[in-house]
């Protein structure tokens, strides 16, 4: 069992920058791939980026590559999700989600465990 708590949404400029913080419980986080996803209004929950055990090997979508960056501290139970050059587009709710498996995942199929969500709003 696998309990998340996401943090550091808030409401930020075009242009601007977050770091979201996805918080683990459970002493197994390290055996779990990553992922961060996120939800629109009147949109279904779209993959952002994902990141293995180790944190070696990420993969993100399309929309974000080159702005946003996923990493991990498995000593921490943690995973981050630095957001640089944020559009109206990245407006949503960021969730983190836990995938018992080894290799990264993009569907949300794969991710058993779910955070609460975290808000992210982006003023032009």
């Known amino acids: 069992q696998v309990q998340l708590v996401e943090s550091g949404g808030g409401l930020v400029q075009a242009g601007g920058s977050l770091r979201l913080s996805c918080a683990a419980s459970g002493r197994t986080f390290s055996r779990y791939v990553m992922g961060w996803f996120r939800q629109a209004p009147g949109k279904e929950r779209e993959f952002v980026a994902t990141?293995?055990?180790?944190?070696?090997?990420?993969y993100y979508a399309d929309s974000v590559k080159g702005r946003f960056t996923i990493s991990r501290d498995n000593a921490k139970n943690t995973v981050y999700l630095q957001m640089h050059s944020l559009n109206a587009e990245d407006t949503a709710v960021y969730y983190c989600a836990a995938a018992p498996t080894p290799t990264l995942r993009v569907s949300p199929t794969w991710y058993d465990y779910w955070g609460q969500g975290t808000q992210v709003t982006v003023s032009t």
């Open positions: 990141i293995n055990w180790s944190g070696i090997s990420t």
